[in-house]
């Protein structure tokens, strides 16, 4: 089998080393668009980040020599990349996937990976690919095949926006956000307009090799004060000390993260919905202005007062806005 992988980070390393070592022929998509040539591949699998989607393409058209015979496989975090993918070489060809596998690299720069976690994968056509788990499966990855991909992007984006974009704003990381107590409460609200936005989409949670969503919408439904009280030891113990990867974006400089296919999809689904999502509304656009402008992230650094003052300003003009419909 031979495999194409767009993206050497930390996600196309580790899938990359895992085929490698039991036989697949796996070769990496160079960084600059001419010096991609033409490979025959029967899986390209595009593990960038979702604003870097648009260029993989470009390269993937112009590396793969018969792209119907080619599976497309989107491990990527936040929604939108499928569509994207489907409206370049056509639904049949791509499979959403979900990678739960904590994956970092070391100080020496090579592949750390988790040993629990698994891959989830979900066809957006007709076909079963049961040959494509099982190649991964052989490789040593636990893999979840679901029905509806949509439902599995959107519950691994319910897990990406915990502890992730807030701890990018403040600077902080998730051992230390978990004891901002209001912090943490908007915390909570973000996890329940991702649910009530896949519930006005129609969406059933999918639970993900080692992470229950399921169980983590439950917890959010239960009273503020019991949700974060359930959630920050999790939470804690869980990232602990590790930056989430929005963090990291801002740290290093980027101009741009993938907050807008994480918290900004969910705003921007929510409106469309009718459903109210000021939480995620604003971690998008403040975390993007961030990113733009970084002299901006002084205002927010561990000021948890001052993010707490733009969500609780959305959700007054949210209201007025309500009352302005039915005036």
Known sequence: MNVYIVGRGAVGSFLGERLSAVGVNVTYAPRELEEVTRVDADVAIVAVKSYDTPAAIESLKRAIAVPGNCVFVSP????????????????????????????????????????????ALAPLGGAAYNWLSATFQSAGISVKVCEDWRALKWSKLALNIVA????????????????????????????????????????????????????????????????RRVLAGRVASARGTKPPSL?????????????ESLCGAVAVAGRAAGIPTPVNAVYARVLADIAQMPQLWAKYRERPE??????????????????????
């Open 247 to 259: 963090l990291l974006d801002l740290r290093s400089g980027r101009e741009r993260t993938e907050v």
């Open 164 to 227: 992730n974009a807030s701890c990018a704003i403040l600077n902080v990381l998730p051992n230390r956000l978990v004891q901002f107590e209001k912090i943490f409460t908007l915390e909570i609200r973000a996890i329940r307009e991702v649910r009530d936005v896949m519930k006005a989409l129609g969406l059933t949670p999918v639970d993900l090799p080692r992470y229950p969503v399921r169980a983590l919408f439950a917890i959010a439904s239960l009273p503020s004060p019991i949700a």
């Open 76 to 119: 990527q975090n936040g929604v939108g990349n499928e569509e994207l993918l489907a409206a370049a070489f056509g639904e049949r060809n791509i499979v959403a996937a979900a990678l739960t596998v904590p994956v970092d690299r070391d100080r020496d720069g090579r592949v750390a990976a988790a040993k629990d976690g698994g891959l």
């Open 306 to 327: 001052a993010l707490l003052d733009e969500v609780y300003a959305e959700m007054k003009r949210a209201k007025a806005r309500e009352r302005g419909k039915h005036a």
